[in-house]
């Protein structure tokens, strides 16, 4: 998070038409800069700088804002990114805000659903490689040509059949019901009671590109 007050700042210090001129040839007309549009092709000049008000506009696609919306066009960056290198480039340094509750409570949210995933993971794997109950499942990879060197590569794992074990299992790790739910690895029947979703299955670890198992 990085406060109004310094994003003002880098705004007012950024010039947009410095900004700009770095990606475009800029010619004084009146009070404001004139030239190609680097978001549409064009011949005539439809892209205006107004240097008062410190924003572009194109009357030819539309594109428009302010020197942050330019770089983030141009770079395609993020705003943060957008906001530091522009606070760089003006020598400005950056306040962030380290703490917003909102953004708290779903970072902790998040990862605890990670933590679940990356546990689940480890333990259905464990018992594919290890368990005597997943020797079904074992012979069933072996049939359609995959071995355990496969099943450690991929982490695959193997859910037990008793929604108890899972359960009991969920409970030594200090997994919290609400979260084997929202992580989608439980459900609640009719009667109030968890059950885990899963149960004598392969099961396919799906990691994001950070390598943070998300399902
Ligand atoms: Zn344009």
Redesign the pocket.
């Known amino acids: 998070m990085i406060d109004q007050a310094t994003i003002d700042r880098i705004l007012d210090a950024a010039q947009i038409v410095d900004v700009v001129s770095e990606f475009v040839t800029l010619r004084r007309r009146g009070v404001n800069y004139i030239g190609l ?4 092709n ?1 011949k005539t000049p ?2 205006i700088v107004d240097q008062s008000r410190q924003n572009f506009k ?6 428009g804002g302010s020197a942050i919306t330019f770089v983030m066009k141009m770079e395609n960056l993020g705003f943060a990114d957008t906001v530091r290198r522009l606070a760089e480039k003006a020598g400005i340094s950056i306040v962030e805000e380290v703490y917003d509750a909102a953004e708290e409570k779903r970072r902790k949210a998040r990862t605890a659903l990670l933590v679940a995933h990356k546990k689940a993971a480890v333990f259905f794997h464990r018992l594919l490689l290890c368990s005597p109950k997943a020797a079904e499942a074992r012979a069933y990879l072996n049939s359609r040509g995959y071995g355990a060197d496969m099943a450690k590569r991929w982490q695959v794992g193997w859910a037990p059949d008793s929604s108890r074990e899972f359960l009991a299992w969920a409970r030594r790790e200090g997994i919290p019901d609400q979260v084997l739910i929202d992580s989608g690895l439980a459900n609640r029947g009719e009667r109030g009671d968890l059950y885990a979703r899963f149960r004598d299955r392969l099961m396919f670890p799906i990691n994001n590109v950070y390598g943070e198992c998300v399902a």
């Open positions: 549009c680097p978001f549409h064009e439809s892209f194109c009357f030819g696609c539309g594109e």
